[in-house]
């Protein structure tokens, strides 16, 4: 009798750093079970050996800035039966999306000396901004606790449980005291996904950002206290465009605060 047939997994890159795919070969003995669960058909990252379509699920690296990478991500949604967008590129145009506050023109008159073979799109997107998208898994890079559940789930024909609610709640169940509140630190904890450990909280530092906006943020609320502490509005914009620039919730914030 012949063993099921895995399902096959592709990892695919576009605009980024690829510390999201790390994220994916860090999970190291975990990426064992996987290897032994899903057929790893294509990541360029980890191997050569390179299988041809359809795949079963794809995962998703990168924000879309150029003419011919918006071309090729349709090709990949066509192969693609299940297809999740991992971190903050993929899922808010990352921080390469800070060119789309300006004109991206400018920056490679400045920076090529033939600007003129520069092939490039006006602005950072994200992947949903140009293809149906089954999932979104935040992050700058993501957890790959959180990536190994999206995969799990998958297998298993479930939702991800993957946090929604704020940073917030993190910092208090860690004990950890509100940076906000004791030094009047900037710090968009109240405003984004859980999921990164409280790093920088730990080490009295405000949160950036790195896992985007949690569902309903009231981002105006947050800029609002910013201000009533004494920050200015160039500060205040600047909290926010960080690696989840492009996020609705955050570029509705900076530049409400533009001069």
Same mark, same amino acid.
């Given at each position: ?34 290897? &032994? =669960? ?7 990252? %980890?191997? /050569? ?8 699920? *794809? #995962? ?26 991992? &971190? =903050? ?7 390469? %999306?800070? /060119? ?8 490679? *008159? #400045? ?149």
């Amino acid at each position: 009798m012949r063993a099921p047939k895995k399902p096959k997994l592709a990892v695919w890159k576009f605009a980024s750093c690829d510390g999201c795919q790390l994220s994916l070969l860090d999970c190291e003995d975990e990426l064992l079970a996987v290897a &032994g =669960a899903i057929d790893i058909a294509y990541f360029p990252e %980890a191997s /050569r050996a390179m299988v041809k379509g359809p795949y079963d699920l *794809s #995962l998703v690296e990168g924000s879309i800035t150029t003419p011919h990478d918006a071309e090729r991500i349709h090709q990949i949604r066509r192969q693609s039966k299940f297809l999740v967008t991992i &971190g =903050a590129c993929a899922t808010s145009g990352g921080i390469q %999306a800070l /060119r789309n506050f300006k004109n991206v023109r400018e920056f490679t *008159s #400045l920076v090529y000396a033939s600007p003129e073979f520069i092939s490039t799109l006006d602005k950072s997107t994200p992947i949903s901004g140009h293809i149906k998208v089954d999932f979104e898994l935040h992050g700058c890079p993501i957890s790959k606790e959180q990536l190994l559940e999206v995969i799990s789930a998958y297998l298993n024909g479930r939702k991800p449980n993957t946090p929604s609610h704020a940073l917030c709640i993190e910092c208090k169940r860690a004990g950890i005291v509100c940076v906000m509140v004791a030094h009047g630190t900037p710090c968009l904890g109240p405003v984004t996904h859980a999921g990164c450990g409280v790093i920088c909280p730990q080490y009295d530092r405000g949160c950036y950002g790195c896992f985007g906006p949690k569902e309903t943020p009231n981002a105006h609320s947050l800029a609002a206290s910013l201000a009533g502490a004494g920050w200015s509005k160039d500060e205040i914009m600047r909290v926010f465009r960080t690696y989840n620039a492009e996020a609705p919730a955050f570029r509705k914030a900076s530049t409400s605060h533009e001069d």
